[in-house]
């Protein structure tokens, strides 16, 4: 049985077609979160579970490498290598989270991937959006921000193209700038449709500790995700987040982003047999609950509340559905035996009737031999 709605269905619950909460289950309290906005949704019914402030505008910080991401394997294999130039790195601001990444050394796409997703690199997004860039205008010559314009302009065609409808974007690593924006609702959409038709990066969005080996560097990797971090093997940020109280054993992803005295998270989790996809933007720095605390009261909530009816639905449903199937069997005999029948009074019918022209032909016969010896006799007499 499938645990999750197909792609197209649930964007239909993303714009508002799809299933709205029927379910008796207390709301989401969202009182305390004020300008926050929060969007989530259940993955098997397409039920939106919470809607708060989800279609006002917030800096999509770090989490528009999610989407960057699925732009730069739209043109480059996970396989294919790209050189670190030094035109790419002046790119990148002075005060950006950074990969570290040296000019001249050479990365796999998928490198740079882990790169730009677990210790959310800047540098790594802007040399994998330059190296696309130029691949998209098929010149190795075109300098390096004008290839990153190239690959921005992909960028807003791939969020238009999947239904974020209320987000636009100015460079591929989230650094805030004007006239670049996202909703609650729109990174929602975009972090369900890359852990479900980009592989590679869904299995990405839930490592926690990644060791990167190149010809001259080796670069050790942790996810800004601090509710993948049981430990992280013993780093020190692995022990920071369980003692935090970050770890979350039931998210499986997928980005953190921070920016401007704000942060953003965007997360798929599982409770019970059932999996949800959310996210949480704008929420301050100092605040009382961060936002690894808020996924984690909104999975508490969805595991204690929705869960069991979301499994009360389904049995029920399954049960309606075994119902229909065995009417539908019986429907199926029925119409089978009543054809069967049919046929055979049929093909008895076409019996009677050739039994009794046979009957007919035979008495014609006997009639027509009787008179051949009546006037046989009359001669003889």
Known sequence: MKRFLTILAVVCVLMGVGAQSAYSAEEFDTSAYGDVGIYAVDLTTGTVLIDHNADVSYEPLSLTKVLSAMVLLDYMGPAEEVTVGYDMLYLVEADASLAYLVGGETLTVEQLLYGMLLPSGNDAARAGAVAAGRRMAGTEDLAAYGAMLVFVDAMNAKAAEIGMSRSHFTNPDGYPEYDMYTTAKDMTLMSLYATENYPLIAQIAGTSVYTAETDEYSHLWINTNKALLQYAED??????????????????????????????????????????VGTVLGVSDGAAEETFHVSRKILDWYEAGMVPELEAARLAKEEEARRKAEEEAAAAAAAEQAAAEAAAEEEGGWFDLEVGMYFVLLGICALVLLRIILIRKGIAQ
């Open 235 to 276: 780093t020190p940020e692995g022990v920071a987040a369980n003692a935090e109280g970050y770890y979350d054993a039931r998210i499986r992803g997928i980005k953190t982003g921070s920016g401007n005295w704000v942060n953003n998270f965007t997360f798929r989790g599982q409770a019970g047999g059932f999996e949800m």
